[in-house]
T-cell receptor, first 113, second 109 residues
């Protein structure tokens, strides 16, 4: 089945220790998104790629970086996680930016100790 | 600024009907979405409205009034599995999704 896969589902990292979250998709979609969602809050878009074109949201902290080495994979790097970065991180894809549906992965819940 | 408002929490009874409202103020409008999100899981797409009126899809219907900046999601014949958060999101003039914080729907037997 075509899908969006996120690994790991749960990640624990230490304060200040770099961590990488991964996302892969078998949908062959052009656009990949990374969202941060804290409990009972709206998902917050961090950045998205249209193919290899990277689009950073204005209020995304510099602590968050992303890489998309190919169509299928996208990574979220948090260089120095703080306690406030504990959240669910959602990866989503769409064929185009004006597509009416985004397909979400199951998310990675990040805990910072 | 851009804003999506929806109630924080609602309670309904199994078998009943519930309406979840959403009002929005955004820079431009290119469609309104409803997503369902079970606790600890990713959002799943429910509906999309870009023109005024009602879109029906099985037990779920979504309504849009662009002039009023208003939408609602109507859930009929409620089942226990419908207990979830329901997120309203609007696509603005830059085709970015602006998300509401979600309405937590609690279904009681």
């Amino acid at each position: 089945d075509a899908m969006v896969i996120q690994n790991p589902r749960y990640q624990v990292t230490q304060f200040g220790k770099p961590v990488t979250l991964s996302c892969s998709q078998t949908l062959n979609h052009n656009v990949m998104y990374w969202y941060q969602q804290k409990s009972s809050q709206a998902p917050k878009l961090l950045f998205h790629y249209y193919d290899k074109d990277f689009n950073n949201e204005a209020d995304t902290p510099d602590n968050f970086q992303s890489r998309r080495p190919n169509t299928s994979f996208c990574f979220l790097d948090i260089r120095s996680p703080g306690l406030g970065d504990a959240a669910m991180y959602l990866c989503a894809t769409s064929e185009r930016t004006d597509d009416y549906e985004q397909y979400f992965g199951p998310g990675t819940r990040l805990t910072v100790t | 600024g851009q804003n999506i408002d929806q109630p924080t929490e609602m309670t309904a009874t199994e078998g009943a009907i519930v309406q979840i409202n959403c009002t929005y103020q955004t820079s431009g409008f290119n469609g309104l979405f409803w997503y369902q999100q079970h606790a600890g899981e990713a959002p799943t797409f429910l509906s999309y409205n870009v023109l005024d009126g009602l879109e029906e899809k099985g037990r779920f219907s979504s309504f849009l009034s662009r002039s009023k900046g208003y939408s609602y999601l109507l859930l009929k014949e409620l089942q226990m599995k419908d207990s979830a958060s329901y997120l309203c999101a609007v696509r603005d003039s830059n085709y970015q999704l602006i998300w509401g914080a979600g309405t937590k729907l609690i279904i009681k037997p």
